[in-house]
């Protein structure tokens, strides 16, 4: 195995390339985001607590549209938590496809493009002076893929939140995989 950056391993065989791209994140940024889970629960504590109390028509609407919000909410950051705890990207690149899955410890599903179809890979450029560009590279959110391969049929991303050499080193890897698994076929 060999590595790039400090989440990132990758390993090249004959017949394929594997890479891991874990999820895990500084402790503390960790235990903070567990906070802020848990004193969202405390809020959420609190209207259903109002909710149940009130007997005002109106009122209990408010606190019944503020619950539907307030689990939408929950529901995101509880999977963001799973996601920093077990969460992995599992890359494959055989002679044949190339396949990309988000994995919770061992669940997930796999999407794959046939090896002849792609195109072209890409490392996603960020402008540290966009919000949203960002924001997508915030511990609290599950997205900011850095790269994307372009094939025939589909548009995958992946390289969730990695920094712009970790991005361009995983890209040259690949490509050189990608080269190599073609000709052998």
């Given amino acids: 195995m060999r590595t790039i950056g400090s989440r990132i391993s990758y390993e090249q065989s004959s017949d394929q390339f594997t890479v891991v791209i874990t999820q895990a994140i ?41 619950l539907a919000f307030w689990a939408y909410f929950a ?3 509880g999977k963001v938590i799973a996601w920093r705890k077990w969460g992995r990207e599992l890359i494959r690149i055989t002679p044949t ?13 796999a999407v794959a493009v046939p090896l002849a179809s792609v195109e072209r890979m890409e490392v996603v450029k960020r402008e540290p002076t966009k ?7 915030s511990f ?9 391969v372009r094939s025939s049929t589909r548009r995958l991303p992946l390289g969730k939140q990695l920094s712009e050499r970790e991005a361009g080193a995983l890209a040259k890897a690949m490509d050189g995989a990608i080269r190599k698994l073609a000709k052998s076929r």
Avoid: H
């Fill in 140 to 148: 609290w959110i599950l997205c900011g893929d850095s790269l994307v």
């Fill in 26 to 66: 500084p402790r503390t940024s960790f235990l903070l985001l567990i906070g802020w889970w848990a004193a969202w629960w405390g809020i959420g504590a609190v209207f259903m607590w109002e909710w149940a109390q009130t007997e005002i028509p109106d009122e209990r609407m408010f606190f019944a549209i503020s």
């Fill in 97 to 109: 496809e190339l396949s990309v899955k988000n994995a919770f410890g061992s669940y997930g599903r």
């Fill in 75 to 77: 529901f995101r950051v």
């Fill in 131 to 137: 919000f949203l560009q960002s924001m997508d590279q």
